[in-house]
């Protein structure tokens, strides 16, 4: 069984992983993003019930599904919500993650590379799960002119995005257009498949 190489792409908010995620599907590789994970894991039983026994009925929308604008204001208000959050769902999404990658390798033609973006790779210590990381970096004013979300208060406890890009086997100042993003893609696509 030959597994797909395994990639994370991880940086700041509003750095671009979303759009080099993407650009790594156009250019042939498997991909999977955080989010999604972490938006299926909120829709499972046992996830769910956890969440709103903690949070409580105010991060539950009308339809009973979790509403992840609400639970955003409640855990970014609240630092204990958000470490207990992150507690809960980081192992589930690595396991998550895992399995679809293990799946990748399973079949019959696999693909050469699998790709998911990781935001706080370095800050879970997830790094070890990867063969390769992509860091994609860009200036703070940029990235708050991206990101609809409070970039500042968020990232206070992050790895500062130059430290990520050392530590990165890769890395990417996206401050050009999103062609220059693809062409930096797909070297790495190039490098990673040789």
Known sequence: MSRPVAVAITGGIGAGKSEALAAFARHGAATVSSDEI???????DDVKRTVIEHLGNGVVAPDGEIDRSALGTVV???R???RWLEELLHPLVAAEYLKWRDDLAALPEPPAVCVTEVPLLYEVGGQERFDKV?????PSKLRRAR????VDEREQRLIPEAEKAKL???????????EELDAFVASVMDDLTR
């Open 134 to 138: 992509v860091a994609i970096t860009a």
């Open 76 to 78: 970014f208000n609240d």
């Open 168 to 178: 990165a086997d890769y890395a990417f100042r996206n401050t050009g257009s999103l």
């Open 38 to 44: 972490v938006h299926h894991l909120l829709r499972r």
């Open 80 to 82: 204990d919500a958000l």
């Open 147 to 150: 990101s609809a979300v409070a």
